[in-house]
Each structure stands twice: as C-alpha cells, then as structure tokens.
C-alpha cells in the first residue's frame, strides 16, 4: 500500500517536471527550425501512349515459360537408354573388347561433359 509520504514524493518530483513541458516558441523560432521548401520546377510529361492503347490488351506476365533449346522426349531418352544397355550387353557377352567399350564410354562421357558448355555458347550466339 502506498504510504502518503511517497504519494507526496511523488507528486513534489513530477509536477515540477510537468511544468517545465511548456513551449515558448514563437513563430520566428518555428520558422527559423521548420523544413525548408524545395521548388524544383515543372516535371516533363512522356507523350508516350500507354501498352493499353498500343495494343488494345494490357500486358501479361502469366505466359508459360519456354526453353532456349529444344528438350530430349520420352522417345530420344529410351532410345539412348537402348544403346547404352546394347553397349553394356555387348561388353559382357564379349562380342565388342574391353578396349572398344572404354572408347565408346570415353565418348558418351566426354559428350556428358562438354555438352552443356557447347550448347550454351550456341545459344549465346
């Protein structure tokens, strides 16, 4: 419970502090700190017609995005699983030798490795 000694402390330390609140600007001193106006004149107007009015439709963004190359399909894909599957059965019958298939293998991984820079710098061109 408060005891009326400290409600009395109190008070003596907060009214002071209350009054002192009181503002004696005038309006030299708010004007002398008020911000100052920038006049930066008149702005150009673009005479350009709007996308609307161009071509009768407003701008979308929702088109579907497409790839810069063509894509391998199902049929390319299964086909190239063939002969690698070929390849890897030749080897292990024995019809092509050790040396034959480490060519063909260098060649198939030598592709995997260049041809996306290859590819690229085509289509950066």
């Known amino acids: 419970m408060i005891k009326t000694w400290q409600l009395a402390l109190a008070a003596a330390l ?15 001193t708010a004007a002398q ?15 350009e017609a709007p996308v609307m009015a161009k071509s009768g439709q407003y701008p979308t963004f929702g088109k579907p995005l497409t790839a810069a190359n063509t894509q391998i399909d199902d049929s390319q894909a299964l086909e190239m699983r063939a002969q690698m599957d070929g390849l890897t059965a030749q080897r292990k ?33």
């Open 33 to 47: 700190f008020a911000p100052k106006v920038v006049v930066t004149g008149t702005q150009p107007v673009s005479n």
């Open 14 to 28: 907060v009214l002071p502090a209350l009054s002192a609140c009181t503002s004696t600007a005038t309006p030299e």
């Open 93 to 125: 019958a024995g019809t092509i030798t050790d040396a034959e298939y480490r060519k063909r293998m260098a060649e198939l991984q030598q592709l995997a490795a260049n041809h996306a820079a290859e590819m690229q710098a085509k289509i950066a061109n």
